[in-house]
């Protein structure tokens, strides 16, 4: 089931550069559909099948969280952020740190209750700097009793759950989603021998600066790549039409250009007629919001082709995010399509 699957994915620990644990998720998940599958010295989980001139699709693993950067001498933690996070909405919520053990510590992002403060403070927004969280610790010496140090992951609790009949809510959809894209591909396609070698790169440290799929395209080398992106739906009261990157229940988004590529008009072309011919509802990425691991693949090895398809998900890069399934479901079968095709472009 596509849910429980989601719902693996999402609860997974994988903070930028601590991916361990959603990659033993997906490596679990697509052992069945690929002929092999490595880990590279940064920890991208490198997945392929059949022979030929190389098709790549990326997913990016990491999702973006926090590193303990001090413990204080009266045991509240100090955090310092792994990608970007939006600190007005950070206070008050519950967070789960990775300790070297492989423990989880629950912990919570205190705040000054409201009666103590002046009206200007309640004004104020409060930098990730100034918050500290609390885990029930007296002493920094009793906080590194729970196994709590220096350097340790953290990222947000936040439980997957289903809203309502198709609608589903979690942590880290960003781009958990696109790793699941991929994973379904994957499976779908398992039975029909492709027309080229087929690689999937689930990639580290994307929030981090695209460091994964850097060094990932270098070793892949394909001549034509995809990545596949949880992204920036806005499509919520108070935004304007022309400022919503993408909306939910449109279908998966093409991007023509973000911060960090101008896609080939041919490949966006290619991406259209292929969705057009199967169907598929699909909208464009308005540009030029965000950034992608296709920002450092094609640049990689004397350039590479590159595009991005994404799920439309509200509310990325905050504690929780929210997706709907049909949006979902239509992104695996225009990525199953385009792969059905890719040849052609090679
Ligand atoms: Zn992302």
Same mark, same amino acid.
């Given at each position: ?35 092999? =599958? ?55 919520? *519950? ?62 609790? =936040? ?36 027309? =080229? ?20 395209? =270098? ?94 998900? *509200? ?24 792969? *059905? *095709? ?5």
């Amino acid at each position: 089931m596509l849910v429980e699957k989601l719902q693996n994915l999402s609860d997974a620990f994988g903070v930028a550069g601590f991916e361990d644990e959603v990659r033993g998720v997906i490596s679990d998940m697509v052992s069945p559909y690929v002929d092999s =599958y490595e880990m590279d010295p940064l920890g991208n989980l490198i997945c392929s099948r059949d022979t030929g001139e190389t098709v790549m699709l990326d997913a990016h693993m990491d999702e973006v969280g926090f590193m303990i950067r001090w413990i204080e001498e009266d045991g509240f933690l100090r955090l310092t952020p792994l990608g970007e996070w939006d600190e007005r909405i950070l206070l008050g919520h *519950r967070i789960t740190i990775l300790t070297r053990d492989r423990e989880k510590c629950l912990g919570l992002i205190g705040i000054a209750p409201p009666h103590i403060l002046e009206p200007e403070e309640k004004k104020k927004v409060v930098s990730l700097a100034n918050m500290f969280v609390d885990v029930g610790a007296k002493t920094r010496k009793e906080a590194e009793e729970m196994g709590i140090h220096l350097g340790d992951p953290a990222t947000i609790h =936040y439980p997957f759950q289903v809203m309502r009949e198709g609608y589903v809510t979690g942590k880290a959809f960003d781009d958990r989603a696109g790793c699941l894209v991929a994973i379904e591909a994957l499976r779908i396609l398992s039975e029909e021998q492709l027309p =080229y070698r087929l690689v999937v790169n689930f990639a580290v440290c994307e929030e981090s600066g695209l460091r994964g799929a850097k060094a990932a395209a =270098y070793r892949i080398a394909p001549k034509l790549a995809l990545a596949l992106e949880g992204t920036i739906g806005a499509d919520i009261p108070g935004v304007p039409e022309a400022k919503q990157p993408v909306r939910l229940t449109k279908g998966p988004a093409i991007t023509l250009a973000d911060r960090s590529i101008i896609v080939r008009p041919r490949l966006v072309r290619f991406l259209e007629e292929v969705a057009r011919q199967e169907g598929i509802p699909y909208q464009y990425k308005l540009p030029a919001y965000g950034g992608t691991d296709a920002g450092t693949i094609h640049q990689e090895r004397g350039g590479i082709l590159t595009g991005v398809v994404s799920v439309p998900c *509200r509310y990325i890069h905050s504690p929780i995010s929210m997706l709907i399934l049909s949006d979902l479901e239509e992104t695996i079968r225009l990525t199953v399509a385009f792969l *059905r *095709r890719a040849g052609e472009l090679l």
